[in-house]
C-alpha cells in the first residue's frame, strides 16, 4: 500500500481562494514580481484537532507559474491512520477526499487534476503481524547483521526496549523497518512517524499485537531504475498510477531481495559450530575442500552472526587486513548461502514472505 507521497500540480492565480491562509500571504499582485518565492500552508495543532488528518500544502512561484506541492499520507486520509490498509481500489474515495480537504484549505482543484498530478516521491509500505513470539526489536536487530551495499548509510535507532528503527538510506531512496507498537506509544517528538493521528495511537490501547512496518521510500530521480528493475514501463507515473497496490508489492519484494536475498543464511537458527560444521561437510561432500578452509568457513558463518553481522567482521578485517578484497572474501558466504533450506529459518522470515505474497489489507479494530 503507499503510504506517504509528495505530489505537484500546475494551478493559475484564481485556484487559491483563500490567499491569507499562505505564509506569506499570496497577492493578487505576485506576478509583478517575477522569480521563484515558496508560500507555505500547514495545518496548525487546531485545525488537525478540529478536522482530524491534513496534507502539507506549498504553492511554489516560478517566474509566471504557479506550483501546488502537497505531501501527505493516503492511508490517513483515508482511515485516520496508516495501520489500516483498504481493501480494494480506494482511488475515487481519495481523490475525492484530497480535493475536499485541499479546497477547505483554500485551494480548488479538480479530479483531473488531482489523477494526473506529477509524483515526486512516494512510499510503497506494509504491516506485517509477527507470529511465535517474534517481536519487532529482536527483528531489526537480526536485520542490522546483513551484508548492506556501501553505497548506503544505517541508522539503527536504540531505545531503552531495544532497537526499533532500522533505516538502510541514501540521498535517492531508503528502507526502513520499524516497531509500530512501540511507535506510536512514543511522545511525537521521539517517535519516527512524527505525524501520527489520535485515532492510530487508540488502536493499541487495549490490544497488543506485534506489528513490524516495512516503507521503502523513493524520490523520483530513483523511480526509472527501481521500475526497470520490477517491470514496471513508466518512468514518470502520475498519482493515480502509484495508487494501485500491486505497485506497492512489487517494489517492496524488490527491496526485500535487494537487501536480504543474498544474507538468508544469517536467519539460520543453527547457530552450534558444530552443526555448522556438519552442515558444511555435508554441503560440499561432493567437493574437494581441505580442511583449512572448511573450519575457515565455519568461522565465517559464525563472525557474520555476531551481534555486530558482516558490516561489523568486515570492519575488523579491514583494520588488520587493509588491502584485502572484500568482494572475494565474501564468495565463501554467496556459496554457502545458495539453496538454502528455509524450513530451519527464524519464523519472522516466513511472517514477511508470506504476508508480502499474499499482500491483503492489515485491519485492526478500535
Known amino acids: 500500500m503507499v503510504d506517504t507521497v509528495i505530489i505537484e500540480i500546475i494551478i493559475s492565480l484564481s485556484a487559491i481562494l483563500n490567499p491569507k491562509r499562505f505564509k506569506p500571504e499570496i497577492t493578487g499582485w505576485i506576478f509583478e514580481d517575477m522569480g521563484f518565492k515558496k508560500f507555505i500552508n500547514n495545518p496548525t495543532e487546531e485545525e488537525k484537532n478540529t478536522w482530524g488528518y491534513l496534507p502539507r500544502l506549498t504553492v511554489l512561484q516560478r517566474v509566471r507559474t504557479l506550483v501546488l506541492k502537497m505531501e501527505f499520507s493516503v492511508l490517513k486520509?483515508?482511515?485516520?491512520?496508516?495501520?489500516?490498509?483498504?481493501?480494494?481500489?480506494?482511488?475515487?474515495?481519495?481523490?475525492?477526499?484530497?480535493?475536499?480537504?485541499?479546497?477547505?484549505?483554500?485551494?480548488?482543484?479538480?479530479?483531473?487534476?488531482?489523477?494526473?498530478?506529477?509524483v515526486l516521491g512516494f512510499q510503497p509500505s506494509k504491516n506485517f503481524i509477527l507470529s511465535e513470539g517474534y517481536n519487532p526489536a529482536f527483528i531489526i536487530n537480526e536485520f542490522r547483521k546483513a551484508d548492506i551495499s556501501k553505497k548506503f548509510d544505517i541508522d539503527c535507532k536504540q531505545y531503552r526496549n531495544g532497537g526499533e528503527v532500522l533505516q538502510f538510506y541514501s540521498n535517492q531512496h531508503a528502507l526502513c523497518f520499524y516497531d509500530k507498537m512501540r511507535d506510536d506509544r512514543k511522545p511525537a517528538k521521539r517517535a519516527f512517524d512524527k505525524d501520527r493521528t489520535e485515532n492510530q495511537s487508540s488502536l493499541f490501547e487495549s490490544k497488543k499485537p506485534e506489528i513490524l512496518r516495512m516503507e521503502a521510500r523513493l524520490k523520483g530521480?530513483?523511480?526509472?531504475?527501481v521500475f526497470e528493475k520490477i517491470g514496471y514501463g513508466n518512468p514518470k507515473p502520475t498519482f493515480e498510477e502509484v495508487l494501485d497496490k500491486s505497485l506497492s508489492q512489487k517494489i517492496l519484494k524488490y527491496y526485500w531481495e535487494y537487501f536480504f536475498g543474498d544474507n538468508m543464511f544469517?536467519?539460520?537458527?543453527?547457530?552450534n559450530p558444530q552443526k555448522v560444521l556438519n552442515l558444511i561437510l555435508a554441503k560440499y561432500k561432493d567437493k574437494k575442500m581441505n580442511l583449512y578452509r572448511v573450519f575457515g568457513l565455519v568461522g565465517f558463518i559464525l563472525c557474520s552472526r555476531d551481534e555486530d553481522g558482516i558490516i561489523g567482521m568486515r570492519n575488523v578485517v579491514s583494520l588488520y587486513k587493509p588491502?584485502?578484497?572484500?568482494?572475494?572474501?565474501?564468495?565463501?558466504?554467496?556459496?554457502?548461502?545458495?539453496?538454502?533450506?528455509?524450513?530451519?529459518?527464524?519464523?519472522?522470515?516466513?511472517?514477511?514472505?508470506?504476508?508480502?505474497?499474499?499482500?491483503?489489507?492489515l485491519k485492526l479494530s478500535t
Request: no cysteine; glycine share 4%.
Open 77 to 118: 486520509m483515508i482511515s485516520g491512520d496508516n495501520i489500516n490498509e483498504p481493501e480494494g481500489n480506494h482511488t475515487e474515495t481519495i481523490i475525492n477526499r484530497v480535493r475536499e480537504v485541499v479546497e477547505n484549505m483554500g485551494v480548488r482543484l479538480n479530479n483531473e487534476q488531482i489523477k494526473k498530478a506529477q
Open 221 to 225: 530521480s530513483k523511480f526509472k531504475e
Open 266 to 271: 544469517l536467519f539460520d537458527m543453527r547457530n
Open 323 to 361: 588491502k584485502n578484497n572484500w568482494s572475494k572474501t565474501k564468495k565463501w558466504l554467496e556459496d554457502f548461502s545458495k539453496d538454502l533450506d528455509k524450513s530451519y529459518l527464524h519464523g519472522f522470515i516466513k511472517d514477511i514472505e508470506v504476508q508480502l505474497d499474499k499482500f491483503e489489507p
